[in-house]
């Protein structure tokens, strides 16, 4: 490990599912309850605003009533301790990487804490609901969104995560499927940077062929296993 300085590290739903978050693919997804076109899509929600604010008000509370796990705290111990340069990219819009401790968190595809108001554009940290059309704190319309990164609609700070991918020594995986881009292609540009490639999760994913390394497991054993190493 001593020639590790640079690591990114790509964390999907299944770092969150000993929380009691669910992923989205296993057989109690969450794209079950509602098809993806309805609810994750901006044609979805032109078509059917009051569901999608509704399926991301549950979301929300669900985050509000969630817990960061071992996995999670792992990762906050490992952001407190490295001097070389981290950066958590996260799928998952809960923020349980920031409870667990983590700072260097970036959340590709926002946060399920976040609304976005599409008249004057300021996005506000927001626990209620949004299905009862509350005006905009900053200029008071009735058009605040979810501030998710819906199909179709391009990735937050994409720049910023190939530049650290470029830099990267080591590019660890945690608990996703790698099942949508551009995520999903994240382990190939590292593989192209010389990094070395870890994938940690409970079963095979779509990427799993593009790994030095896969681990299969439970997030909250494999997660703090491998922090000892870092660390160790
Ligand atoms: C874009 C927010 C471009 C919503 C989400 C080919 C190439 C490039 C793009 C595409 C392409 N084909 C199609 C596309 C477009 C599309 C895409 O990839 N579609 C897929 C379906 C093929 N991508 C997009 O639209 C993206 N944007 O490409 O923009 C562009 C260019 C120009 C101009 C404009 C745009 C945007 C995608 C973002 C969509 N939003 N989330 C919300 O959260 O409600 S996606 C959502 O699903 C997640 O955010 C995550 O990214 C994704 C995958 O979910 P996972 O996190 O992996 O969860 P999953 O359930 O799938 O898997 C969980 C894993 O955990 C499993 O492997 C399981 O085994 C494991 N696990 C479970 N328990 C545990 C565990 N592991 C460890 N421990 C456990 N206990």
């Not at 604010?53 to 792992?74: K, S, V």
């Not at 870890?198 to 779509?206: C, G, K, R, T």
Request: aromatic letters at 8%; proline letters at 5%; one cysteine or more.
């Amino acid at each position: 490990m001593s020639d590790i300085r640079n690591i990114v590290i790509l964390t999907g739903a299944g770092i969150s599912a000993e929380s009691g978050l669910r992923t989205f693919r296993a057989e109690d997804g969450l794209w079950e309850d509602h098809p993806v076109e309805e609810v994750a899509t901006p044609e979805g929600f032109a078509r059917n605003p009051d569901l999608v604010q509704r399926f991301y008000d549950e979301r929300r509370a669900g985050i509000l009533a969630a817990h960061p796990n071992a996995a999670h705290e792992a990762l906050g111990r490992l952001d407190a301790e490295w001097s070389g340069e981290l950066l958590i990219v996260t799928q998952n819009i809960d923020d349980l990487h920031e409870r667990g401790g983590a700072r260097r968190v970036l959340h590709m595809h926002g946060e399920g804490l976040s609304v976005w108001c599409q008249s004057c554009d300021a996005r506000h940290r927001w626990t209620g609901t949004l299905r009862d059309s509350p005006s905009c704190p900053a200029c008071g319309e009735v058009a605040m969104r979810p501030d998710i990164v819906w199909f179709g609609e391009m990735p937050y700070r994409m720049p910023e995560i190939f530049a650290a991918i470029a830099r990267a020594d080591m590019f660890v995986s945690i608990g996703t499927s790698g099942a949508v881009y551009p995520a999903a292609g994240f382990v190939q540009e590292a593989n192209l940077a010389g990094a070395r490639t870890l994938e940690l999760n409970l079963e095979e994913s779509l990427g799993s062929r593009n790994f030095d390394e896969t681990r299969l497991g439970e997030a909250s054993e494999l997660v703090p296993a491998w922090i000892e190493e870092v660390l160790g």
